[in-house]
């Protein structure tokens, strides 16, 4: 089974790096990624939309623990009117790899979030993809899975 995984990481990064690299791909370090995924952070318990919009992508790939999938307009929009509001963002077990031009983000998260003016906090297990293109490091993907109820 592992070796199944790591045969799918292959070509899912293949895949990814070929997209990014028509977008002019340039090699990305685990200092860049770590630091991109601390601003975005920031960003959204801040509720800087101006930030938010420079650091995610346009063809950003959004799958909340929840299972709802955003865009990056819809991500950014669930913010901007209140529906979603990040209150504390914490993660912790982070490790990093880089591939070329992308960078993934895997560990686990606790969130203070309101959602709909439900407080809540989520504690999940997360993948972040980061991309480096035409000099910029761009947020193109999130996943995670909440974890179970202790």
Same mark, same amino acid.
């Given at each position: 089974m592992r070796k199944i995984a790591t045969v799918m990481l292959c070509f899912a990064s293949l895949a990814l790096g070929s997209t990014v690299h028509a977008a002019g791909c340039?090699?990305?370090?685990?200092?860049?990624a770590v630091k991109a995924e601390d601003a975005r952070y920031t960003a959204q318990m801040s509720n800087d939309f101006a930030a938010m919009e420079r650091l995610i992508a346009e063809d950003l790939v959004y799958i909340h623990s929840s299972s709802v999938v955003d865009n990056k307009k819809s991500y950014i929009e669930s913010m901007?009117?209140?529906?979603?509001?990040?209150? $504390?963002?914490?993660?912790?077990? $982070?490790?990093?790899?880089?591939?070329?031009?992308?960078?993934? /983000?895997?560990?686990?998260?606790?969130?203070?979030?309101?959602?709909?003016?439900?407080?809540?906090?989520?504690? /999940?297990?997360?993948?972040?993809?980061?991309?480096?293109?035409?000099?910029?490091?761009?947020?193109i993907s999130w996943q995670a899975t909440r974890l179970p109820a202790k």
């Open positions: 340039e090699p990305i370090t685990a200092d860049e901007r009117t209140g529906a979603v509001r990040y209150r $504390v963002m914490r993660r912790s077990d $982070v490790s990093v790899r880089t591939f070329g031009c992308v960078a993934t /983000l895997t560990g686990m998260g606790n969130f203070d979030v309101t959602v709909n003016d439900k407080e809540m906090t989520v504690e /999940l297990r997360f993948h972040a993809i980061w991309a480096k293109r035409d000099g910029k490091v761009q947020f």
